[in-house]
């Protein structure tokens, strides 16, 4: 017992700011190689690698010749089978490390090419008049609500949101939720709003409020009878918006870029202002 507190104050000695900052970087990079893999096949591989590990191991301590010879035999080949076979895993974690915020730049990038594809995938769902409803998840977790839906945990794409909202389509009732710049689940029940001054509105409407009021998610709402867009926040429904007043929102720019322009009588005669549904509790 001793000789092991004496060995533990040697490490304790030898440990620098260096040391640390090395191990820290270490656990972080294993940390993020086996959260990519839990749940896929490469776990599996992972666990096959640890017994045949044990395996050499074993051999060792009990002097199985044979068995040891031929495992350290195969020992230096095993970085090059580890790098063909965990290639996806890899990427995943470079592609993530890569997507990390660094003094909020990224999360700006992140943010603004996020927009991007929704409001491209609004301008056409609204040019065609194709309903559709999308959540995107801010701060409060939106689990439960895709646990309710079909995962997908797919790249954000203007051409997934169309083909998800397509008439007929088997994902076309519901909602879509955005984490980030990924779709977590499409066709997601969310709960309507209980607020009986909303009676009036059609569902989609009120389940964008309804969720809006448990949490601070942004939803975007296209109406299949107008092709009007609208969104809901805090509780509050603010109908027929323009996709400028929409990117702002979704991007925190006090004034949209050119190319997202507020829509004018000439260029659209049909758009009545009117006025914001508020929840009294908020």
């Known amino acids: 017992m001793s000789e092991f507190l004496q060995n533990l104050g040697g490490a304790w000695e030898k440990l620098t700011l260096i040391t640390v900052i090395d191990i820290a970087v270490v656990a972080i ?3 993020q190689f086996l959260a990519n893999i839990r749940g896929r096949r490469a ?3 992972v666990l096959g690698l640890a017994m045949l590990v044990s395996l050499y191991g074993f051999a060792v301590w009990f002097g199985l010749q044979l068995l040891s010879t031929l495992l350290a035999a195969l020992a230096p080949y095993t970085a090059f089978a580890l790098i063909v076979v965990f290639q996806s895993e890899i990427r995943r974690v470079l592609a993530r490390l890569g997507r990390r915020k660094l003094l909020g730049f990224g999360d700006r990038l992140e943010r603004y090419e996020s927009a991007e594809e929704i409001l491209l995938a609004m301008e056409h769902l609204a040019q065609h008049r194709i309903g559709a409803l999308i959540v995107v998840e801010r701060e409060s977790g939106l689990r439960s609500i895709i646990e309710s839906g079909v995962a997908l945990e797919s790249l954000l794409r203007r051409d997934l949101l169309i083909s ?3 008439p007929r389509g088997p994902m076309h009732d519901g909602a879509v939720i955005i984490q980030g710049d990924r779709v977590a689940a499409a ?3 969310l709960p309507l709003t209980i607020n009986p001054q909303m009676n009036s ?3 989609r409407h009120r389940a964008a409020i309804g969720v809006t009021e448990e949490s601070d998610c942004l939803a975007l709402i296209v109406s299949e009878e107008t092709g009007h867009v609208s969104y809901a926040q ?3 429904l603010h109908r027929n918006v323009t996709l400028g007043e929409i990117e702002q929102v979704l991007t925190g ?3 949209p870029t050119g190319r997202w322009k507020p829509a004018t009588s000439a260029s659209a005669p049909d758009r009545i202002p009117q006025p914001a549904y508020r929840n009294p509790e908020h």
């Open 29 to 31: 990079l294993v940390y």
């Open 43 to 45: 776990a599996q591989i």
């Open 164 to 166: 998800i909202f397509l």
């Open 187 to 189: 066709a997601c029940f």
């Open 201 to 203: 509105l059609g569902t």
């Open 234 to 236: 805090n509780g509050e």
């Open 253 to 255: 720019r006090r004034t």
